[in-house]
């Protein structure tokens, strides 16, 4: 399990190091088996300051601009359409190694122009996915401010081992009131309030295979809006190695990490009838969330409505019910499936 530093420090209210948190997560027997420092990838990258650019004398879709760095003035060419003099990007000396790329950078001419180091989009950095041009920074930063700053990748990342035994710290809420237990700081107490419903859920909850699933709850919302998840939230996610999907989808899983409970959540407007816990049937088949198609036996707890299955309990959504930027009504689903029959369905 991964959470960072900063997340941690959502529920423990503690001035201990990263080191003093890893030993004490030790000590408590829960593993650390990594930490990760996204700052010390980024260690050779800073912010600079575009002085010049002009058009290149050999290549009509290349520039060459001259750039203030923390180490002088230097030399870049560059083929973004956004270079412009007067902006503040990221800067690459020669003989960084830029991860969004591979490879490390060497001075050598481009087109009959040395480039002196290189000019960095967010997906060169592995900050983003936009390539099309380089990071155009707003803010007052000042040359040679160290790009994880400005990036907001100084966040260390902590991977822990779980043991079966310890289920309350599969969420980084359990794992902070551990430490809070150990003496490491004080536990940030965050009672989730009671939010009261002004109707009635129209989709009835009904469990057929009470061994496999003994308690489900759901509930309904109207007038959602899903797209895309605000950034701090897809940057936590990225940084315990989750990829974003919508604000609807994404929230669930940070629910999941951070609470240890898993929520899974369908488009109410697909659903046909009750939705129920049944075991699996013979000759059913899933169409999973990963884009493949899963064969359902009998052993399986199957999540479904009156029609088909909508998804493996604990393991799995379906994508005839997921949720889309056009979804307006929801059905959040928390249950808890028998755990011996989660595993062997996965």
């Known amino acids: 399990m991964k959470f960072t530093l900063s997340w941690l420090k959502d529920h423990l209210d503690t001035s201990a190091s990263l080191d003093a948190i890893v030993d004490a997560l030790t ?17 050779a990258f800073s912010v600079a300051h575009v002085l010049e650019a002009e058009k290149h004398p050999n290549a009509d879709k290349l520039q060459v601009g001259t750039v203030a760095t ?9 083929g973004a359409p956004n270079a412009r003099a007067g902006m503040k990007t990221i800067y690459a000396p020669i003989g960084a190694y830029v991860p969004g790329l591979g490879v490390t950078l060497e001075k050598r001419p481009v087109r009959g122009v040395d480039s002196e180091g290189m000019l960095c989009s967010a997906k060169e950095l592995e900050a983003g996915t936009d390539s099309d041009g380089i ?16 990036l907001g990748a100084d966040d260390p990342v902590i991977d822990v081992e779980i043991t079966p035994n310890r289920p309350d710290c599969l969420g980084v809420a359990g794992i902070a009131r551990d430490l809070a237990a150990a003496g490491l700081g004080a536990l940030t107490d965050k009672p989730i309030a009671a939010i009261k419903g002004s109707f009635p859920c129209p989709i009835k909850i009904e469990i057929d295979a009470p061994d496999a699933c003994p308690v489900f709850a759901g509930r309904f919302m109207r007038g959602v809006k899903n797209g895309p998840s605000p950034e701090w939230l897809r940057k936590r996610l990225e940084a315990v190695g989750l990829r974003p999907i919508s604000a609807l989808v994404d929230i669930t899983n940070l629910i999941s990490l951070d609470r240890a409970r898993p929520l899974h959540v369908y488009d109410a407007t697909k659903l046909s009838g009750a939705i129920r816990a049944r075991l699996g049937r013979d000759g059913e088949a899933l169409d999973a969330l990963d884009g493949k198609i899963y ?17 493996l309990g604990g393991v799995m959504g379906g994508t005839l019910s997921g949720v889309t930027d056009a979804t307006t009504e929801i059905f ?13 369905t996965g």
Do not use: H
């Open 135 to 150: 990071l155009d920074l707003t803010g007052d930063w000042a040359v040679g401010t160290p790009a994880a700053q400005v």
């Open 27 to 43: 000590m408590t027997g829960t593993e650390v088996e990594s930490v990760t420092d996204p700052a010390a990838r980024l260690a």
């Open 332 to 344: 959040i689903e928390s249950a808890y499936f028998d755990p011996a029959r989660t595993r062997r």
């Open 70 to 78: 923390q180490d002088g003035e230097k030399r870049s060419v560059c």
């Open 295 to 311: 064969a359902i036996n009998a052993d399986m707890c199957v999540i479904a409505d009156d029609k088909q299955a909508l998804g």
